[in-house]
């Protein structure tokens, strides 16, 4: 831990939650709320996590989240994450405020997903011959092109004849 954690350490354990909150709001010059009050007395009232631990989630959730004031979701989502990790300690809430810049920063990977069955989908395309470069059509004999050619022409006789009928 660096000077200033050991020293956030030393001033957790030494306040009471709304103290502590007190005195982060002087010195950012700015006001406790009632609504902050409430929220400490909740966290001391379900006694999940001890007065030190709830201290460093204050200063986390003021100074490292950014919020202005403490709010409700934040407050619990980190509480519950903490007491289900076992945090005990101010040490172990600020190795706990370590692990989430970290996963903060690692880069998210999006996978994508075939919606029918939710497994992951390799689509390997392939350019037809005729797409490909240097392609060179194979070659025909006059005969092979006069046939096309006269199967086209009945093809077309034959639907003019049905478009003769139908009117």
């Known amino acids: 831990m660096t000077p200033q954690e050991t020293a956030l ?19 950012k010059h700015s006001d406790l709320v009632s609504g902050e009050q409430r929220i400490v007395e909740q966290l001391l009232d379900r ?13 986390y959730i003021l100074n490292d989240r950014g919020f202005s004031t403490l709010l409700q979701g934040p407050v619990d989502t980190t509480s519950n994450s903490w007491a289900e990790r ?21 880069p998210k990977q999006r996978k ?42 009945e093809r077309l006789n034959r639907l003019k004849q049905r478009s003769k009928g139908d009117d």
């Not at 030494?14 to 709001?25: C, D, I, M, Q, Y």
């Not at 006694?47 to 200063?59: D, E, F, H, R, W």
């Not at 497994?119 to 390997?124: E, H």
């Open 86 to 106: 076992g945090v005990k300690t101010a040490e172990e809430a600020v190795i706990q405020i370590h692990e989430w810049h970290l996963e903060k920063a690692k």
């Open 112 to 153: 994508s997903y075939n919606r029918a069955n939710g497994k992951r989908r390799n689509v390997k395309e392939t350019l037809p011959d005729w797409a490909k470069e240097g392609y060179e059509p194979p070659k025909q004999s006059a005969q092979e092109v006069s046939d096309r050619n006269a199967e086209f022409k």
């Open 9 to 27: 350490v030393e001033v957790a354990n030494a306040f009471t939650p709304v103290t502590f909150l007190s005195k982060l709001h002087e010195e």
């Open 47 to 59: 006694g999940k996590l001890p007065v030190p631990v709830i201290n460093i989630l204050i200063y």
